[in-house]
């Protein structure tokens, strides 16, 4: 048996290693995201209900029913999202990942990321900047007004260069940031560096004015996170390709709504696997300390399912002044991860870790072998809705999720 | 008197640290360099004759007598050279640096850097990309077309986009660029991506064509080491204020001409001490081989001696991909080097070595004591004018002039 799941989970390995995302074009989610309607709110995280929502993805709900304008204010959003008349559903089961609340409406303009190999398209919103903003809960004036701005000013700028540029191959273009001190996940400056360069001169072609030009180049120049909204579709596309190989017992999803921590293993298809998100340890900012903390949210853990974030910290030491410890702690998790991975990925090499691979494709069984969780780097949310970030730090997802899939995959084999 | 002479280096040391580089404008050679006149032509390197001068040296040369109307063809370009006519000086005399031969004539656009704190300046040409360019010698008709480009659109774009933006902080920049992987010689991926990020939404608001901006910002992007031109000059302009403190051991100056390797010393003035420069170490392009190579050319090694360069490559093993190695042997370099400095760099701080100050400031009697020479990263041009560039490695300067700078300090000392 063990031989089928190990061939399974080459098989995994591999069509993980030949995905190649791409950044194909920007649009609006109702007309791109498969399923979407004008009513469908997408949340990251596995699926949840309002009641058992927390804060801050109460709080993004608020703000994208404001935005959408099916509510005018915070009172008549929460009685719509309590009425039952919308539907919310995972952002994973839409083809779609999102950062923090993941928060993702049908009028919000999307990047469009197709990987060449398989076939398959990835969905997400575009990086609103640091601050108050609607992915951390959020949702007064300043959040709804930037929200309009991107839809009426940066996407199109945006849409115009792209088409102009032609596809942009984000493999290869994450394959360089991992060279250049970013893992990925929780920094994203060398990405949002590449990104700028590469469509900067064909912004300038677009027939937009040059002020709205400048203002998309500053608005992108202001937010070193920017390139995090194509790195995570880009590993959702080309983790998806896994989904239900059979026997396989890699992991190809995992995500956060901040209530519940889920993942989803290849052999056993769509089920979520799920425990209670944790609190995170790490940096918080002045002012907040870890009573204010939300429990772990947000979908931008598909970067760590995908063989970066925590896993390439190894990579990005500068990282620890920015989520806590030492440089070297940085490169004893990357050590760590290689106990509970499949192989080491042939594109995202270490320079600082002699050019080794990072750690790639989870493996359940050797999770609960070695009782050794995923590390995972990220953002901290403030516990109610309305505030936005408050830090940042390491988590990891609860062992529970690991167990309880490892049952149903022992069971399904033994059928 | 060990104890003057380190009294007077910890003051040096003080005044490099404290040095704040800034990029305040671009202009015309002739209208701001220092005693630069329609018939001067500077290099790179200490002084040199051109009965001496090596092949790629004479190449560019050559070239910038027909980029600047003063020659037609080689043939007529030589002739002049030979006849008294051109003023040759070091860049270094003018305030200037320029990379590999550093040929700098009258019309040639230069970027203008300022040391906030000290107040005085530093010039460099902008940098022309790879391929067959001045700078390794080529004089071609695409080198000259390309020089003209440059001069007409590339720099006053540019300039335009400055004036607007306002000075940039160059001393941050690369602090930054320090802690992405770049070196700040030969790896300058990440420096050339923060530049274009800070100017971009500047060029979009200047008054030139959508063609031109569009050309500006593509030109840029197809050249990685876009950025050294700027952290050339601006290490030059926190190096100078070190000249001619009493009794100070530490070098303020390193830089080579294709035949002589020559160093200045702060307690010494402005007098050089040189050397053979040797054949450098590294890895060819193909087709080519060590028979090919030039000695060691190039005004570039002012990284090295600021406490960048290969004295920082333990920040950006992958360079050894460019240059030969593996990342330790960076780490090793980095190591070694602070046996022969003053201090540790409190700006460029590199996280893969727990965020220690780069090694900064070479102290000649440290170098003669340890018999540690500085190590350098460096591009390899071909022996021959006309030609190019050929690989990257590794080089160090020969001992001698550490030696004959030593005798003389010693001597000055007991005068």
């Known amino acids: 048996m063990q031989e089928l799941i190990n061939k399974a989970n080459i098989e995994a390995l591999e069509r993980l290693q030949k ?14 995201i498969p399923g979407m309607t004008p009513k469908t709110i997408l949340h990251a995280g596995p699926p949840i209900t309002w009641d058992r929502m927390s804060g801050p993805l109460r709080g993004a709900i608020i703000g994208g029913l404001i935005y959408e304008g099916l509510a005018s204010n915070e009172e008549e959003a929460i009685k719509l999202a309590e009425s039952g008349e919308i539907t919310f559903d995972s952002c994973h089961h839409h083809d779609a990942v999102g950062p923090m609340a993941g928060v993702t409406t ?10 060449e190999t398989f076939g398959n398209y990835a969905y997400c919103t575009l990086n609103e900047g640091l601050g108050k903003v609607l992915r951390y809960g959020a949702y007064g004036e300043e959040v709804i007004t930037r929200l309009r701005w991107m839809e009426k000013t940066l996407a199109p700028v945006l849409k115009a260069a792209i088409e102009l540029k032609g596809p942009i191959d984000l493999k290869t273009m994450i394959a360089q940031v991992v060279q250049m001190g970013d893992e990925g996940h929780n920094r994203n ?13 064909y912004i300038v072609l677009t027939e937009y004015s040059n ?13 070193d996170h920017f390139f995090l909204n194509l790195t995570m579709p880009a590993q959702k596309s080309a983790l998806d390709p896994l989904k239900g190989i059979p026997n396989s017992s890699i992991v190809y999803g995992m995500a956060r709504n901040g209530t ?14 799920t425990g ?6 790490g940096l918080f900012f002045p002012g907040f300390t870890k009573d204010d903390a939300n429990p772990d949210i947000g979908d931008s853990v598909i970067t760590e399912t995908s ?13 620890v002044q920015f989520v806590g410890g030492t440089p070297q702690d940085a490169i004893n998790y990357t050590t760590m991860m290689y106990e509970i991975t499949e192989g080491e990925n042939e594109a995202y090499k270490m320079p600082a870790m002699n050019f080794r691979g990072t750690p790639t494709g989870i493996d359940i069984r050797k999770v609960i072998e070695t009782q050794i969780l995923p590390i995972i780097n990220t953002g901290i949310a403030h516990k109610d809705a309305g505030v936005g970030q408050v830090g940042a730090g390491l988590v990891r997802p609860p ?3 690991f167990e309880d899939a490892l049952e149903a995959f022992v069971n399904m084999m033994e059928k």
């Open 19 to 32: 995905a190649k995302p791409t950044l194909v074009g920007i649009g609006v989610a109702l007309d791109n």
């Open 106 to 115: 049908a009028s919000m303009p999307v990047f469009i990321i197709k990987n």
């Open 189 to 201: 400056k060398a990405g949002t560096s590449l990104f700028i360069r590469e469509v900067a001169p």
């Open 211 to 223: 002020e709205e030009k400048s203002e998309v180049l500053k608005f992108m120049h202001s937010n």
């Open 260 to 273: 519940d921590f889920g993942i989803r293993v290849s052999g056993l298809g769509e089920q979520w696997f």
């Open 276 to 281: 209670p998100a944790a609190i995170i340890d």
């Open 307 to 319: 063989g970066i974030g925590g896993f390439a910290m190894g990579t990005a030491p500068a990282i």
């Open 399 to 401: 062992m529970k999720c």
